[in-house]
């Protein structure tokens, strides 16, 4: 097993079963972030995400996670989102009521518009040089969104097309974000989950 | 290119996985853990778990289930359906390691609270479940698992589609389930007015079945019982014959993840 712990949100709306049972599976520790004190010791934090926008900052806020959070990746250490972790990163959301978010990548989450969901498996097209996603061009991936992370062209990895590009990676630095599902995208996931985690705490 | 999926479907009554034949006759298939394992392996598309005597009985969800599976380690993203009453109901689904849910009972008696999970877990994560069947007379009627009654569909219904409260609607042929090639295309009709994508479930039983309904532009997927049971690899073995239609490729589980 790998030394390196990796920090799981645990903030009430994420699949944090599932994302855990992952990050095992990839040899990497994990614990359970549920108090700032959590993260003390572990070299990546890993935001999960099921649900709406505004509530899963709530409850961040309630847990008094979101300054740790910021501080943590302001210090260089490896931050990844998935799905709604994703776009908790960004500047803020248009979600049911404008929510300010974690403003460690820029950018506001907006509706996809047309069609109002992108549910299902889609390719990965990887527009920007990056080696962590260097060899999940064209591969499938599990999605399920209603809402967009739009980021400055210089963080966006990877897009997908419904019908049009949709945002599906982006990355600043240490910070990473993919809005598929890579703990559950089969054997292409995991690899994905596992080359992010690695590369990052080696950067 | 977003692609269709086949779900794979894993009916559970008294805990034990089931075969269903219209929701009438069963017959047990084994532990549910072991069927979702199969299908995990096989790469079906999502897997589709449905409890359909938790509402009845007022069991709740069966989280301990649901957290039983997810430590199995699954790497196919995981539906599940039983006695979802409540918000708190569908966020500890969710906690337990089910990326999505699926609505019926609820959509009868409680629609303003499938509202209320919407707004915490968005419309994405949820189904609802849409048991049809159609009379002599091409007219369609909606079924109540719970007063065992048909009826119209309710205005409150029609609303959770129209404001985007639910992102697909699981169209469940009720008289043909378990019956080989019966499912009634004509119940994917009933929606045309709607923009809702819909997953065809009941009586799926052959390629060629499945190639009609994902040719369906309206159809986001086909979900799949007692058919994947029958054999090994059923899956890939659907997948493959399904090369004309929008449907993932097969995939095969290799032990390298790296």
């Not at chain 1, 004190?37 to 935001?47: C, R």
């Not at chain 2, 979802?84 to 689904?93: P, Q, R």
Request: some cysteine; glycine content about 8%; aromatic content about 8%.
């Amino acid at each position: 097993m790998s030394k390196i712990i990796v920090g799981l949100l645990n903030y009430g709306a994420g699949n944090s079963s599932s994302v855990r049972n992952t990050i095992l599976k990839l040899g990497f520790r994990s614990r359970l972030i549920n108090k700032p004190e959590d993260i003390k010791g572990v070299a990546a934090l890993l935001i999960p995400g099921v649900g709406a926008f505004p509530a899963a900052m709530k409850s961040l806020s309630e847990l008094e996670l979101i300054e740790p959070i910021q501080e943590f990746s302001h210090q260089g250490n490896a931050v990844i989102g998935v799905c709604l972790g994703m776009q908790l990163l960004a500047d803020a959301s248009h979600e049911l009521a404008y929510t300010r978010g974690l403003e460690l990548i820029p950018g506001e989450v907006k509706p996809i518009g047309k069609p109002e969901w992108h549910i299902g498996w889609n390719t990965l097209e990887v527009i920007q040089q990056e080696d962590i996603a260097s060899t999940s061009d064209g591969r499938s991936f599990y999605f399920n969104h209603a809402y967009e992370f739009e980021a400055p062209p210089e963080y966006v990895v990877a897009v997908s097309r419904v019908e049009r590009p949709v945002v599906s990676m982006v990355k600043k630095n240490n910070i990473c974000g993919f809005q598929f599902h890579p703990e559950k995208s089969q054997l292409d996931g995991l690899r994905l989950m596992g080359k992010a985690i690695k590369e990052l705490c080696d950067a | 290119m977003l692609r269709k999926r086949l779900i794979g479907v894993v009916t559970i009554r008294n805990g034990w996985a089931i075969q269903s034949f219209g929701y009438r006759r069963y017959l047990p298939l084994g532990k549910p853990e072991c069927l979702v394992e199969n299908l995990d392996r096989w790469g079906v598309d999502e897997i589709f778990i449905q409890e359909i005597d938790r509402s009845h009985r007022e069991l709740g969800p069966n989280i301990e289930l649901i957290s039983k599976i997810a430590d199995q380690g699954l790497s196919t993203p995981l539906l599940y359906a039983g006695g979802i009453s409540n918000e708190a109901e569908a966020v500890s689904i969710i906690r337990a390691g089910a990326e999505r849910i699926c609505l019926d009972a609820l959509l009868h008696s409680n629609p303003k609270e499938v509202l209320n999970i919407a707004n915490r877990l968005g419309a994405q994560a949820i189904i609802a479940s849409i048991p049809l069947s159609l009379d002599e007379n091409g007219n369609c009627h909606w079924f109540n698992y719970q007063s065992g009654q048909n009826s119209d569909f309710s205005t409150a219904l029609i609303s959770l589609i129209d404001d985007g409260a639910i992102s697909e609607a699981l169209v469940i042929d009720k008289n043909n389930d378990g019956t080989p090639e019966g499912f009634n295309f004509k119940l994917l009709s009933v929606f045309a007015d709607k923009k809702i994508p819909l997953i065809a479930f009941g009586g799926l039983s052959t390629a060629k079945q499945l190639e009609h309904a994902l040719l369906n532009p309206r159809v986001s997927a086909v979900a799949v019982g007692n058919f994947l049971n029958y054999r090994e690899h059923a899956v890939q073995k659907f997948k493959t014959s399904l090369a004309t239609t929008p449907i993932r490729p097969p995939f095969y589980k290799t032990r390298n993840l790296v």
